[in-house]
């Protein structure tokens, strides 16, 4: 199959290719709505909501001024780390992480002042973390088993992703946030909503109450870019309701990963459209890079094109060390979710603060 030719970037291309290859592996033909079978809908494991909201919202509010700003380092133009993560299972590999491994990477990101947010509060700047924090945004795609595992005594199986989190925000120094895009009706079938065809709802509603974000990944992992565009729009459309629907409570789907990192060409149908009469769209939607996101806030920032680095070794280590060498590129939080704070003089990377914010800025 020749896909080299929708790439914007030949590393990009590489790095999909290997991801086509090596993960995916996925048939592309289902037409099917996949809405799976769902009758558990236990709650028997709520969050600990005491624990994981206190962390955040503990602050007295204050208004923030210049010399609280400067005294936290605060910079809100600051890059942020999206990091992208697919299998994990016990072998080590281009697109696995072992349970281990996972487990380091967020002791790493906590170790190193990282607290984690969703895509969908990165994309509309709602980026609510302690003071002198930067986020980070852990991503998940495929619905795959090892992301969350229920085991046979009902339990979360603790080497499961979600396990690992879960233990991670026990520790403290970490909230329940990441974004899973979920595949609907996929071979692999244990693709869909995480296998376990009798738990998918339950875990749907699970994530979202401990406070993790659904989004999509289409239906069938779709090729947007090369699909008719009746069928782009059928697959945004009816991944976001179903999954919707399956999760209820008014729960509103709004970020999709768009499948090998290639997007339809006409990028306005994921925003919004028409399918059959009801109206859909995204306000996020991500990709494959190599590179950290910028800002919200800057200028420099398109929802529509967020970009995600791997969850490898090598990977998020190099992210974490470019941060450490090049710190004015690093977001930093203010602590205050309403203001936005930066210093005056910005690294030219990061490009300038967006004019219409909607929120008071402080620049010091
Ligand atoms: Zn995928």
Redesign the pocket.
């Known amino acids: 199959m020749r896909r080299d030719k929708v790439f914007r970037f030949v590393t990009v291309a590489f790095a999909v290719g290997a991801f086509i290859g090596l993960v ?1 592996g996925l048939a592309f033909g289902g037409a099917g709505s996949g809405t799976p079978k769902a009758d558990a809908l236990t709650t028997d494991t709520s969050p600990d909501a005491s624990t994981v909201s206190s962390e955040v919202a503990s602050e007295p509010a204050e208004p923030m001024t210049a010399d609280r700003a400067r005294a936290i380092g605060a910079n809100e133009l600051g890059q942020v780390l999206v990091v992208m993560y ?1 299998l994990i299972d016990t072998e080590e590999g281009e697109w696995t992480r072992t349970p281990e491994n996972f487990r380091s990477d967020i002791a790493l990101l906590k170790a190193e002042g990282y607290y984690p947010i969703n895509i969908r509060d990165l994309a509309s700047g709602n980026i609510d973390l302690p003071a002198g924090k930067s986020p980070v945004v852990i991503t998940f ?2 619905s795959s088993p090892g992301q969350y595992r229920i085991l046979d005594d009902g339990t979360l199986d603790p080497d499961s992703a979600v396990g690992i989190l879960q233990a991670a925000v026990q520790g403290g120094g970490w909230a329940p946030r990441a974004t899973f895009f979920c595949l609907l009706d996929v071979t692999p079938k244990e693709r869909e909503l995480f296998g376990q065809p009798d738990l998918q709802r339950e875990k749907l509603n699970n994530l979202v109450d401990w406070g993790y974000e659904v989004g999509s ?1 289409t239906i069938s ?1 779709l090729d947007l870019a090369k699909a008719a565009t009746e069928d782009v729009v059928w697959q945004l459309a009816e991944s976001q309701m179903t999954l919707q629907e399956l999760i209820g409570g008014g729960y509103k789907v709004s970020s999709i ?1 768009v ?2 990192g290639n997007y339809p060409d006409d990028d306005s149908i994921l925003a919004s459209g028409e399918y059959k009469g009801s109206p859909y769209g995204y306000s996020a939607a991500v990709s494959i890079a190599t590179r950290a996101s910028a800002s919200p806030f800057s200028t420099k920032f398109n929802a529509l094109h967020i970009p995600r680095i791997r969850g490898s070794a090598n990977y998020l280590t190099d992210a974490i060390q470019n941060f450490k060498d090049h710190p004015e590129l690093r977001y930093i939080s203010d602590g205050d979710p309403t203001t936005v704070s930066a210093p005056a003089d910005l690294a030219d990377d990061l490009g300038e603060l967006n004019s219409d914010l909607g929120r008071p800025v402080v620049q010091y």
């Open positions: 995916c697919h795609d495929d990944h992992h990963s499948p090998f």
